[in-house]
């Protein structure tokens, strides 16, 4: 009972709570936020900015924006996943799903607000994705501030990382032999070192990838990572490339991808997955085919997404392997109160 009252709302709260964590999965209402992994101060922000006024970009370029400020899991934003050199380094991309304009950044150096600068990518050049100092010295000159992205948690990951041999790492048919040993590497001949050693787990990396959706069906999809923990230098992975990390189209829906970004920007799922939904397929279904996909040549890959259609129906599918057979991801409607998180059984 509460203090000094009767308890007839305590039990009204626990009935209500209760009837929400029943929701059924892909729940609709609009306006929607969807993001993968329990991210919820981010689903916040994005809804947040939705309910005081802000268009389905700012959501999103709010929401990312929140994940890469709390370096959500290490895995967003500054001081997380160290390169082969140490340093953070940055991919993002944010997308209008009314104009199908893209603004993207990969391999970002020094600057903390890595889908701010996609944005502006967008809004202010009519290029579609900046890379490396170039991005950096675009983001600058745009008013971004430059600064140091290295943290001590970083430098200790790389440290120990050099401790350990430089192991795992992402190289093949090189010498030395990049399972025992640091680089420099060379090529080694011949090329047949088709081992999959170092690729990504469920360890290495996350990315936030949100899409947001207005009441009248205005789609915006986007994403922020840090990447892929040891990467090679200069690697960028699915999450600032259209169609691969998100994709957005207001007359069908929007995906956002997380995961082994090497293999799984392949296959644009992000991509299929809003073409399925266009050709009738719910947004369960859709996410379904895009990671049936990837598994037919990757069978051990890791990777999720999340799909949303325009009537605020969601949904969510990952490849089940050793260690990930569930994945979760956060959702905001009108229904659901607060941001909840909802998880998917992996197949
Ligand atoms: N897809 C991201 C990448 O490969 C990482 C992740 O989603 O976990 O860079």
């Not at 391999?107 to 950096?136: F, Q, Y």
Request: with cysteine; glycine share 10%.
């Amino acid at each position: 009972m509460m203090p000094g009252g009767d308890s007839a709302p305590a039990i009204f709260l626990l009935f209500v709570l209760n009837v929400l964590t029943c929701l059924p999965l892909g729940h609709a209402s609009l306006p929607l936020v969807i993001n993968t992994w329990p991210f919820k101060d981010a689903t916040e922000a994005a809804w947040k900015s939705l309910q005081s006024g802000g268009t389905v970009l700012d959501a999103v370029e709010k929401g990312c924006g929140q994940c890469e400020e709390a370096q959500c899991d290490g895995s967003v934003g500054y001081g997380g996943s160290p390169d082969e050199r140490g340093e953070t380094t940055l991919d993002a991309m944010i997308m209008n799903g009314d104009t199908m304009e893209v603004g993207a950044v990969a391999d970002l150096r020094r600057i903390k607000n890595a889908i701010g600068v996609a944005r502006a990518v967008m809004e202010r050049t009519t290029h579609t994705l900046l890379v490396g100092e170039s991005a950096s010295l675009f983001a600058e000159n745009m008013g971004f501030t430059a600064e140091d992205l290295t943290t001590n948690k970083s430098l200790n990951i790389f440290l120990e990382w050099l401790k350990g041999n430089c192991q795992p790492n992402y190289r093949k048919n090189v010498f030395p032999d990049p399972s025992k040993y640091c680089g420099p590497y060379k090529p080694r001949a011949p090329v047949t070192d088709k081992q999959t050693r170092g690729h990504a787990n469920v360890h290495s990396h996350d990315t936030i990838g949100m899409i947001a959706m207005d009441q009248g069906g205005r789609v915006a999809a986007g994403t922020s990572t840090n990447g892929m923990t040891h990467k090679v230098p200069g690697r960028v992975g699915d999450s600032p490339i259209a169609g691969a990390g998100a994709y957005a189209d207001s007359s069908v829906g929007g995906a956002a991808a997380t995961g082994d970004g090497d293999v799984m920007m392949r296959f644009l799922p992000s991509y299929l997955a809003v073409e399925q939904m266009r050709a009738g397929a719910d947004p369960s279904a859709a996410c379904e085919t895009a990671i049936s996909r990837i598994k037919r040549h990757y069978a051990d890959f890791f990777g999720a997404i999340i799909c949303a259609n325009t009537t605020g129906h969601y949904g969510a599918a990952c490849n089940k392997i050793a260690g990930f057979s569930q994945f979760r991801f956060t959702v905001s409607n009108s229904e659901t109160v607060t941001s909840r998180v909802l998880h998917v059984d992996c197949f």
